[in-house]
């Protein structure tokens, strides 16, 4: 399975699963690490219902463990932006991908406050964890 540079901001894995199965083992990798799950956006049904020419496949996740969220909101509440955390499932070129935005990356870039990136790096873990869970689900370790 493939990762991402350790110096990008996006942290991408590969999957040998179907994109269906990722995604169903995404959704149940969620839960089992605390966090929940608030919304999915089909991003290519959304495309290709809008006329858009799209074969590839993408599904947003949007999670949240809500202490993590509270202490971002408490240290500056227009971080609310950057909130919550967006997980991806999707296929490029016949390969399955599990993807995320790096929190640390993305809190880093907002505000220089070291609580936020404790937390942001808390969370990065979990979402980390997440995400190898569901790429690696079904598959012998």
């Known amino acids: 399975m493939g990762k991402s540079s350790e110096t990008s901001p996006l942290v991408v894995v590969e999957t040998p ?3 269906e199965e990722a995604c169903r083992a995404l959704e149940a990798a969620i839960p089992a690490h ?3 799950l608030l919304t999915v956006h089909d991003l290519g049904e959304t ?3 809008k006329g ?3 074969a590839e496949h993408c599904r947003i996740y949007e999670v949240c463990e ?5 202490r971002v909101l408490a240290s ?3 971080l609310n932006v950057a909130l919550p955390c ?3 499932v999707y296929t490029e070129a016949g390969v399955t991908r599990i993807g995320m935005v790096s929190p640390v990356a993305m809190l880093s870039g907002l505000s220089s406050d070291p609580g936020l990136q404790s937390v942001a790096s808390e969370v990065e873990a979990t979402t980390r964890a997440i995400i190898d869970m569901a790429a690696t689900a079904g598959n012998p370790a």
């Open 17 to 19: 699963q179907p994109f």
């Open 34 to 36: 605390g966090f929940g």
């Open 86 to 88: 967006r997980l991806s």
């Open 47 to 49: 495309l290709r219902h």
């Open 52 to 54: 858009i020419a799209f």
């Open 66 to 70: 809500p202490q993590q969220a509270g």
């Open 76 to 78: 500056h509440m227009a």
